[in-house]
């Protein structure tokens, strides 16, 4: 669907729009459209206005759904009644496309494809999508580099996290996918992290409530609380460094925003490199190893098709995280 286009069931409504003054749309989910977050959807009908825009007019309740408010993450259903308020888009001959830099950026970031799924192993530093400050993130480059294709975000990395990413390249297979992720036993998501210290727990869960807040401008806090959200983090160790660092592969079972970095720093043992939530002494020390970034990487994904068959993915921690277990080691021979 092109922005500014009837939706493909052909209901468009326009109450009093006059060009450059649109009117309030009235749209309904495709059964192809199915599964969509609202957010997602709300974007590709509004084309350049940015995520922090798009997010507000939801929360406003000035997007409707079946004629009530919903949130950002609704999953939408064939034949709901999406209502889109007046809002004023540039028209895409105008629009600003991303950077040829950007588009070869992801074009190099691919590391596998079959008929449903694109995986990505994002570097550190892009954002999975536009929004807060940012213009364009990985989906969007994504778009531009397979203009016309059908290509969604199955979930989300931080922005300064890097690896697996998986992209849906039609509704069905986020339908499926999605409905994997909330059965944490059919889907497994691995990351490596180096943490603050000798890690002297063992295989130990996490289990504690997060609780997300808005602050001033739209930054996400995210702190340990009762009245939060189930979440539930596996942690490994993989190789200790003295008592000044360790690395561990943590395994999620729930997505929350920022998880692994507010668990570690709950079991006391914060992310290398976390401007966040991690310690400043720490992170300068890290520095002197050639650390310049957080150091998690999420390097794993794996899940059994409802239909049968594996699919699974792992990316190799990248050289510049490479390079800091390689000091690391060599200083622990000292």
């Not at 993989?238 to 079991?267: C, D, N, P, Y």
């Amino acid at each position: 669907m092109s922005y500014g286009d009837d939706d493909a069931s052909g209901q468009q409504a326009v109450n009093g729009g006059t060009e450059g003054r649109p009117g309030v749309r009235h749209l309904e989910v495709t059964p192809d459209q199915a599964g969509q977050r609202l957010d997602n959807f709300v974007h590709r009908e509004l084309g350049d206005l940015p995520r922090s825009r798009i997010y507000r007019v939801i929360r406003k309740g000035e997007v409707r759904v079946n004629g009530h408010r919903a949130g950002p993450d609704t999953r939408l259903q064939a034949h709901d009644k999406i209502r889109i308020p007046p809002v004023k888009v540039r028209p895409v001959s105008e629009s600003v496309q991303p950077s040829t830099q950007l588009i070869e950026v992801i074009r190099n970031a691919i590391v596998k494809e079959d008929d449903n799924l694109l995986v990505l192993d994002k570097p550190a530093g892009l954002a999975v999508h536009g929004g807060s400050g940012v213009s364009f993130g990985a989906i969007e480059g994504l778009r531009a580099l397979r203009p016309g294709a059908t290509l969604e975000l199955v979930h989300r990395l931080d922005r300064d996290t890097s690896g697996v990413l998986l992209v849906a390249k039609n509704a069905a297979t986020l339908r499926t996918v999605h409905a994997l992720l909330r059965d944490s036993d059919s889907f497994e998501k691995r990351y490596l992290a180096l943490l603050k210290g000798k890690w002297e727990l063992g295989r130990k869960r996490i289990d504690v409530p997060l609780r997300t807040d808005l602050r001033v401008g739209g930054e996400r806090t995210v702190k340990v609380d009762a009245s939060g959200k189930p979440s539930v983090s596996d942690f490994s160790p993989v190789q200790f460094f003295g008592k000044r660092a360790s690395l561990l592969e943590v395994a999620i079972l729930t997505g929350r925003t920022h998880q692994i970095r507010v668990h570690a720093l709950h079991a006391g043992h914060p992310v290398a490199g976390d401007q966040k939530y991690g310690d400043d002494e720490f992170n300068t020390e890290m520095k002197s190893v050639g650390l310049n970034r957080m150091f998690l990487h999420a390097h794993s994904v794996s899940f059994e098709w409802p239909s049968g068959g594996e699919f699974s993915v792992n990316t190799p921690l990248p050289p510049e995280l490479a390079a800091v277990v390689d000091q690391l080691a060599a200083r622990g021979k000292r």
